[in-house]
């Protein structure tokens, strides 16, 4: 990696502000989107004009696989067959953690979902996951609808979708798995745990996994997130935003009110009373790391580290320009640039008010909104908080910021399912030992991941893991960000992550010669 990023790029910030100015803290993972792609689809063999690929397709779901009399619910779905052959898989894409309408181009070539699909003359589907855009099972996202948002629910969708689903193409009505033809899993991020979770679960229902960036590891203190990017950063920036960091830390702790004050009035924060809501704002930008790509050069990051590093022309050593200097420009940066408009009209000390529970979006309980929709599976079964690092350890962001911090958001999120913190309901360890964690046993799964991914010490791929793979489950790594490989045209950039597609194509291709009809 170049010592410094010079090309400035700001065009993430407006997905980051839509993070930052909710009083939630929590980046998601997920999927990134694809631009640019027609809507409008041809059979590639016959040249048929078929449906675009924005129409939309409605399964009725149960609502309850514990109790089908609850009756179902309308799933969307999307779909494209421009690519299949009778006798061809179905590619089945979960959309994850979000409204799975901005998915629809995987179902293209664009994507390894449909690269895959026209690779062996198949079919594709995009689901859209319970409580995420708008399949809804309930009218509402309140605590007692989620009583259904479960891993286990989420699980027994994918089952019960290839079982049962007439697909709109003819002998779209003879494609049930197992018995009549070969599905793939297709996922990234938390829906590519789903796929290892659905595969553990399901053994023998499909034919084969492709799993990318995984977050397969539940994680309560999830201060790893931030070691690919401490891994991956230009070192001098590194070093300054820790130098920076520590001091923040050491100024906050030191009693001493009118340095405190001092520190937060230098960046116009005066009035953000908790310190711990305070540091949080330093960790917005770190956390856009995650949004970056191969294939589009900079990001918030970078534009950030420009900002730090570039003095009168010149950049520093590995070892950064020093705290007086790095202090200075990050204040700087952030008055002059990464505040402006950030919160709208909102005052920054309400943005960042995460302590105020009169504020209205934390009980917010209208159907798409895929934040609360997250949170609740974060607060109830994975946690993946990005903390601080251990004293013994360099850090990112602030050591202010622990697990507690967004336990207590739980409870303002979640106020009848959590009375108090700690919250007692997180069952990470249990996540883990129902399904594997970094040490799953699933077969027949492809794991990919990113170097660079933050998301990567949720992953098999994770520093210090002994799950080393096996024919049946292949890890694959490449140089690439979150769930990059899930995107062609970072293998055309990058021939690490060129080369993972490709050996991932090869391992369900032998799948799918193996595939069998059940009886």
């Known amino acids: 990696m170049a010592p410094l990023a010079l090309n400035i790029v700001p065009f993430l910030l407006a997905a980051l502000v839509s993070v930052v100015a909710s009083p939630w803290p929590v980046a998601r993972p997920g999927m990134r989107q694809i631009d640019g792609v027609s809507h409008e689809v041809w059979h590639k063999t016959n040249g048929?004009?078929?449906?675009?690929?924005?129409?939309?397709?409605?399964?009725?779901?149960?609502?309850?696989?514990?109790?089908?009399?609850?009756?179902?619910f309308k799933q969307r779905y999307w779909f494209s067959y421009q690519y299949y052959e009778p006798g061809g898989p179905i590619v089945l894409m979960n959309g994850g953690e979000g409204d799975a309408s901005g998915l629809i181009p995987y179902l293209t070539n664009r994507s390894m979902v449909g690269y895959t699909a026209e690779r062996f003359k198949?079919?594709?589907?995009?689901?859209?996951?319970r409580f995420f855009g708008e399949s809804s099972p309930y009218p509402d996202l309140s605590v007692k609808s989620y009583r259904v948002h479960t891993i286990e629910q989420a699980i027994n969708d994918h089952e019960y979708f290839v079982k049962n689903v007439h697909l709109p193409m003819p002998g779209g009505?003879?494609?049930?798995?197992?018995?009549?033809?070969?599905?793939i899993l297709f996922g990234g991020s938390y829906s590519g745990a789903?796929?290892?979770?659905?595969m553990t679960r399901k053994p023998g229902l499909f034919a084969a996994g492709y799993a990318s960036s995984a977050v397969v590891q539940a994680i309560s203190d999830y201060w790893?997130?931030?070691?690919?990017?401490?891994q991956y950063l230009a070192p001098n920036c590194t070093a300054d935003i820790e130098v920076v960091v520590n001091h923040m830390d050491e100024v906050l702790t030191s009693g001493n009110a009118s340095a405190i004050k001092s520190l937060k009035d230098s960046f116009g924060l005066g009035a953000v009373e908790h310190n711990d809501d305070f540091v949080w704002i330093f960790a917005n930008i770190p956390g856009s790391w995650q949004s970056n790509a191969l294939s589009i050069p900079g990001g918030p990051m970078f534009e950030f580290c420009d900002a730090i590093e570039v003095k009168d022309g010149k950049v520093p050593g590995p070892g950064g320009w020093g705290l007086d200097h790095a202090l200075a420009a990050w204040t700087k940066f952030y008055n002059s640039t990464y505040f402006a408009g950030l919160c709208g009209d909102t005052p920054l000390s309400s943005c960042f008010d995460s302590y105020n529970t009169q504020d209205p979006s934390w009980t917010n309980t209208t159907v798409n909104n895929a934040n609360r929709s997250w949170e609740w599976l974060?607060?109830?079964?994975?946690?993946?908080?990005p903390d601080g690092a251990p004293a013994d350890r360099p850090s990112l962001v602030s050591r202010l910021i622990t697990p507690a911090y967004f336990e207590r958001q739980c409870k303002n999120h979640f106020p009848e399912a959590f009375s108090s913190p700690p919250v007692t309901l997180l069952d990470a360890m249990d996540v883990?030992?129902?399904?594997?964690?970094?040490?799953?046993?699933?077969?027949?799964?492809?794991?990919?991941n990113g170097r660079r991914d933050p998301w990567r010490e949720a992953t098999v791929a994770a520093d210090g893991t002994t799950n080393f793979g096996t024919d049946?489950?292949?890890?694959?790594?490449?140089?690439?960000?979150?769930?990059?490989?899930?995107?062609?045209?970072?293998?055309?950039?990058?021939?690490?992550?060129?080369?993972?597609?490709?050996?991932?194509?090869?391992h369900i291709g032998k799948w799918l010669a193996d595939w069998k009809p059940s009886s």
């Open 472 to 506: 049946l489950q292949p890890h694959l790594l490449g140089d690439g960000y979150h769930v990059g490989d899930t995107i062609i045209a970072e293998g055309d950039v990058n021939p690490s992550v060129r080369a993972a597609q490709q050996q991932a194509l090869e």
């Open 432 to 448: 883990n030992k129902q399904y594997g964690g970094w040490n799953t046993t699933v077969e027949r799964v492809v794991f990919l």
């Open 224 to 230: 790893a997130y931030y070691e690919p990017i401490r």
């Open 194 to 198: 789903l796929i290892s979770f659905t």
């Open 173 to 183: 009505d003879h494609v049930s798995a197992p018995s009549e033809a070969a599905w």
């Open 122 to 129: 198949g079919a594709a589907v995009l689901l859209e996951h």
């Open 378 to 385: 974060t607060c109830t079964q994975f946690g993946f908080w």
């Open 48 to 72: 048929t004009k078929l449906p675009p690929l924005n129409t939309t397709y409605y399964f009725d779901q149960l609502i309850d696989h514990d109790n089908p009399s609850l009756g179902t």
